[in-house]
């Protein structure tokens, strides 16, 4: 995905109230990684389950206290490459859905096209899957309809509901 | 030192405004029977998170102190989460070990805090003050003292396993406990 879109979508995801993006970097995503980093709104974190730990802990806290739980809690957004969403899969079965904190996972999706490095092939391959088994929902996001595909996921994350938004790779470096 | 005795000195000098995250396994069970006036935050999944749940908690409710109760085996699965916070230096953050080494909860299988300190590896990774604990007094004189410092802290405190009954599992629902907490402003 092109640069400047990138660098939208993180725009007008800090814009509609996600506070906290937490992750673990991927070159997928890098431009939207760099333009959190400008805003000096990015924490990179050690492994993907860690990045949820915290992001999940953010979320506990109240950005207006006083109103509903799911109107003022500080939404998170977690970034990861799709190796790193197989390494999270406890962590979203047993901490995101068993205590129903709602998150974004913004994934970059590796072995997306055939020629992609041998390592990303199987991941890549049953992603659609996981994401399926998991019942988490999810979208991918593309030069058209990016602001879409946003908007889903943010009433999905009002609604107390995590989901996916997928950035495949469309490059062999 | 049992793990219980520890938890109870513990809360003895925790304010009640204080936040408490408590690792998954036998240390949110004892901390759930010897008392639940605070709503504590206590897993029940997610091995190793303690540590980094605690974290994003601190990082935002700065105005609070948040206690993270952890295990050794639980800590020696995100040993990462150390750096993290050794370099976002949260300054309310106080991170207690109850170390035994072993794997209670599973069936006490030796952990390799019998070999590395985890104390010295909290040390390394920039927290501002650490400590350890091999008696009750000892525990207590740190927990005072702690009160005037900045964190990141980490307190190891060692304990021996118990033969006493196993505490009984929290019986709140998930999403109760996460209310719990999140409406304790």
């Given at each position: 995905?092109?640069?400047?879109?990138?660098?939208?979508?993180?725009?007008?995801?800090?814009?509609?109230?996600?506070?906290?993006?937490?992750?673990?970097?991927?070159?997928?995503?890098?431009?939207?990684?760099?333009?959190?980093?400008?805003?000096?709104?990015?924490?990179?974190?050690?492994?993907?389950?860690?990045?949820?730990?915290?992001?999940?802990?953010?979320?506990?806290?109240?950005?207006?206290?006083?109103e509903?739980?799911s109107?003022?809690?500080?939404?998170?957004?977690?970034?990861?490459?799709?190796?790193?969403?197989?390494?999270?899969?406890?962590?979203?079965?047993?901490?995101?859905?068993?205590?129903?904190?709602?998150?974004?996972?913004?994934?970059?999706?590796?072995?997306?096209?055939?020629?992609?490095?041998?390592?990303?092939?199987?991941?890549?391959?049953?992603?659609?899957?996981?994401?399926?088994?998991?019942?988490?929902?999810?979208?991918?996001?593309?030069?058209?309809?990016?602001?879409?595909?946003?908007?889903?996921?943010?009433?999905?994350?009002?609604?107390?509901?995590?989901?996916?938004?997928?950035?495949?790779?469309?490059?062999?470096? | 030192?049992i793990?219980?005795?520890?938890?109870?000195?513990?809360?003895?000098?925790?304010?009640?405004?204080?936040?408490?995250?408590?690792?998954?396994g036998?240390?949110?069970?004892d901390?759930?029977?010897?008392?639940?006036?605070?709503?504590?935050?206590y897993?029940?999944?997610?091995?190793?998170?303690?540590?980094?749940?605690?974290?994003?908690?601190?990082?935002?409710?700065?105005?609070?102190?948040?206690?993270?109760?952890?295990?050794?085996?639980?800590?020696?699965?995100?040993?990462?989460?150390?750096?993290?916070?050794?370099?976002?230096?949260?300054?309310?953050?106080?991170?207690?070990?109850?170390?035994?080494?072993?794997?209670?909860?599973t069936?006490?299988?030796?952990?390799?805090?019998?070999?590395?300190?985890i104390?010295?590896?909290?040390?390394?990774?920039?927290?501002?003050?650490?400590?350890?604990?091999?008696?009750?007094?000892?525990?207590?004189?740190?927990?005072?003292?702690?009160?005037?410092?900045?964190?990141?802290?980490?307190?190891?405190?060692?304990?021996?396993?118990?033969?006493?009954?196993?505490?009984?599992?929290i019986?709140?629902?998930?999403?109760?406990?996460?209310?719990?907490?999140?409406?304790?402003?």
């Amino acid at each position: 995905m092109k640069e400047t879109i990138q660098r939208k979508i993180f725009d007008y995801l800090l814009k509609n109230k996600i506070y906290n993006f937490i992750g673990v970097p991927d070159s997928t995503i890098k431009y939207f990684i760099d333009q959190g980093l400008k805003h000096n709104k990015i924490l990179i974190a050690t492994r993907e389950e860690e990045a949820i730990g915290i992001a999940a802990g953010m979320s506990l806290f109240l950005e207006h206290p006083g109103e509903i739980i799911s109107k003022s809690q500080s939404n998170s957004l977690v970034f990861m490459q799709n190796a790193g969403f197989a390494n999270s899969i406890s962590t979203i079965t047993s901490l995101v859905q068993l205590y129903q904190i709602p998150m974004i996972f913004l994934i970059g999706w590796r072995g997306f096209l055939k020629n992609d490095a041998p390592e990303h092939t199987k991941i890549g391959k049953i992603q659609p899957k996981l994401l399926q088994a998991l019942s988490l929902q999810s979208m991918v996001l593309d030069e058209k309809s990016w602001k879409k595909s946003c908007d889903w996921a943010l009433k999905l994350i009002k609604d107390g509901k995590s989901c996916a938004l997928i950035i495949p790779r469309e490059f062999v470096d | 030192m049992i793990r219980k005795t520890a938890i109870a000195i513990a809360l003895e000098h925790i304010e009640f405004d204080d936040r408490i995250i408590s690792a998954n396994g036998f240390i949110s069970r004892d901390l759930f029977s010897i008392s639940d006036t605070r709503s504590a935050f206590y897993m029940i999944g997610s091995m190793g998170l303690a540590s980094s749940i605690g974290l994003g908690i601190a990082l935002k409710d700065t105005g609070r102190k948040v206690f993270v109760f952890d295990g050794d085996g639980n800590i020696l699965m995100n040993l990462g989460s150390l750096t993290t916070i050794g370099s976002l230096k949260p300054k309310n953050l106080i991170h207690v070990v109850f170390d035994n080494s072993v794997h209670e909860s599973t069936g006490s299988q030796p952990t390799n805090t019998n070999f590395v300190s985890i104390e010295k590896i909290a040390k390394a990774c920039n927290y501002n003050h650490t400590f350890m604990a091999r008696t009750k007094n000892n525990f207590e004189k740190i927990l005072r003292k702690i009160k005037k410092l900045n964190g990141p802290i980490m307190i190891v405190v060692k304990i021996q396993q118990s033969n006493d009954k196993k505490s009984a599992r929290i019986d709140y629902e998930p999403v109760e406990i996460k209310e719990r907490f999140m409406s304790q402003v």
